[in-house]
Structure formats: C-alpha cells, structure tokens
C-alpha cells in the first residue's frame, strides 16, 4: 500500500504564487483577460491570516488572497480569493461567503470569490451559500473550477505549454494512484520527461520538477530509483537540472551514505521520516506542521520527534510534543 504522504495544500500555494497567470488562464479564462498583467500582483498573505484569525473560520487552507489591477481602469483596483479544497467539506459555501465578507469589510474594495474543486467526487460542486429566515434572504455565488473536468485531456494539458497545466496534471495523477505505487512511478516519469521534451528552460523545469515531486509522493525505494533514472536520462540528454548536487545531495546523503551532503541528508532524512510516520498513522500533514518539522536542523530533537510521530495518539498530540 502507497503511503498518501503528499501535501497538496503546500503545493498549490506554491503553485498559485508562482502561476497565477497560467492558473487563470486555465481554470477562469474569463478573469485572466480582466486583469492588468503589466501590473504586478500583491499576494496579501498575512492579511488574510489575520482575517481567518479574526473570523474563527478554523486552519486556513490552500487560500490566497491577492491584489490585481483591472485592465478597463473602472476601479483602480480589486481582491481575488482563491481557495483550493483538496477533500470534500460541506462547510466550504459558508467559508467563502465568510471570507468575502470579512475582506470586504476589511479593505472596503470588490473581492471575487474562486473556488478550486480539487477532490476525487465528481458530483460535488457547491457554487452558492444561502440563508432564509423568515422571509430575509441572503444568497451568495462564487466562481467554481473543477480539476476532475481535465481528466478526459490530462495529456494534452501535461504538454500544452502552460505550466498550471503540467500541475494539474500532477495533482490528477496522483489522485488516481492512491494504493497503486507502481502505476504512479509511471505517471510521473511521463510527466517529468516532458519538461525536457516541450524545452522549458532550466528554472522551469526545477521549479516545475520541485511541484511533480511535491505531489506524487513515492515510497522510499521507487522514490530513489526513479531519481537514478532521472540521472541517466539527463546524462544522455547533457541536462543536468534536478539531479544536480544541489538537488540531489540530500537524497544521496541519506541513501547512499556518501561523504559529500551526508550530514544534510541525514537531518533531511530524519525530518522525512517523522513526515511519512505522520501521514501512514493519520492521513495527509498538514503544510504548516511539514514546515516546523522541516525546520528543526538538531539530530536529538528529531530523534525524539520520530519516536513521538509513532507512539503519539493523534496529530494534535504530536504538534503539542512539537512545541515543547
């Protein structure tokens, strides 16, 4: 059995940050011609922490919030909401009619509320919040992307040239595989061959590289061979982008015990087991907890954490070990 250890709320807040322009492009086109892209951007990050703090509306998931101008120059400016709901919860319509209200009300400018389905039902595509009591009616409407709607085209969005695309496909992949290790080592070699193939430049294929990783996670012995396979195919291709020492000495350190990045590989080894022993005993790690474990650099205190990641009885009792 696959051990589901990725993050995918982790990956899509990387992914909206460095695609946004793809993203929109893909999954609200519409919007994407509305915006001003000679401008750039502001991500309103702790802004919206502090509006879900305020609003008690629980962890904030793979949310952003960003700043945008408007191309036809009617408002100076305007508030995209972005959530990315990976799991089916009933709570979502409520969440983003709170959401919009509660930055509306904080910065006084339009907000346009998205929501990106990114779940496994395809049936499951609530759209609007409502509220009638005695007569006084609130009803709320956002925008809907469902991913599972790629599904029938997923090769031709892995290789049409938009970055958002290859991530999708990725995430598509990897909820697919659940339990089938094999079949996704397949799929994201695919995947990873044509960013060669389509000729990304060598950041592209990193930072592109660094988000398929993210997603389709592997148990640790296909994980290692299928970095070996990477080497070989960029030694024959003379591109030697992810596997490069950077990349790759981590994993080189820890598995193969070499002098060079050993320390590094040992500590980032340690980190990696308490991650997998959290999601094999409770499901999927929540991204700020994968940040302070990833955090931690002391050999001891991971020791200590690793033991905790398997006798503790829940994840609420492991981050309260984490914090002491």
């Known amino acids: 059995m696959l051990s589901e250890a990725a993050d995918y709320d982790g990956a899509w807040k990387e992914a909206l940050e460095h695609y946004l322009h793809p993203f929109l492009d893909l999954c609200f086109a519409d919007i994407a011609t509305r915006i001003d892209w000679r401008v750039p951007v502001e991500f309103l990050d702790q802004e919206l922490q502090q509006v879900v703090r305020d609003a008690h509306l ?48 904080r910065f006084g400018r339009p907000v346009v509320g998205l929501a990106v389905l990114a779940d496994a039902h395809p049936d499951w595509r609530p759209a609007v919040y409502e509220e009638d009591h005695w007569g006084c009616r609130l009803r709320f409407e956002y925008r ?63 930072d592109l590289y660094r988000l398929i990783d993210w997603l389709m996670v592997l148990p640790r012995e296909l994980a290692v061979a299928f970095r070996r396979d990477l080497i070989q195919y960029e030694t024959q291709k003379a591109m030697p982008y992810v596997t490069s020492i950077q990349q790759l000495g981590r994993e080189e350190g820890r598995e193969e015990g070499r002098q060079e990045g050993r320390q590094e590989g040992l500590l980032t080894g340690r980190q990696e087991d308490i991650l997998e022993a959290l999601a094999t005993r409770f499901g999927a790690v929540p991204y700020e907890l994968r940040e302070r474990v990833q955090a931690i650099q002391e050999e001891g205190t991971l020791k200590r954490l690793l033991r905790q990641a398997v006798l503790a009885p829940s994840l609420e009792a492991f981050s309260a070990a984490l914090q002491t």
Request: aromatic share 8%.
């Open 58 to 105: 629980g962890k904030q998931r793979a949310d952003k919030l960003v700043k945008v101008f408007r191309v036809d120059g009617a408002e100076e400016w305007l508030l995209i909401h972005v959530e990315v709901q990976s799991q089916r919860d009933c709570d979502l319509p409520l969440r983003m009619y709170q959401y919009h209200h509660r930055i509306t009300d």
């Open 144 to 206: 809907l992307c469902k991913l599972l709607d790629f599904a029938p085209t997923v090769d031709q969005l892995a290789g049409g040239g938009n970055p958002a695309g290859v991530v999708v496909a990725a995430h598509l992949a990897a909820q697919a595989t659940p339990g089938d290790p094999e079949r996704r080592r397949e799929r994201k070699w695919q995947l990873t061959r044509r960013l060669y193939e389509r000729g990304y430049s060598k950041q592209e294929i990193l």
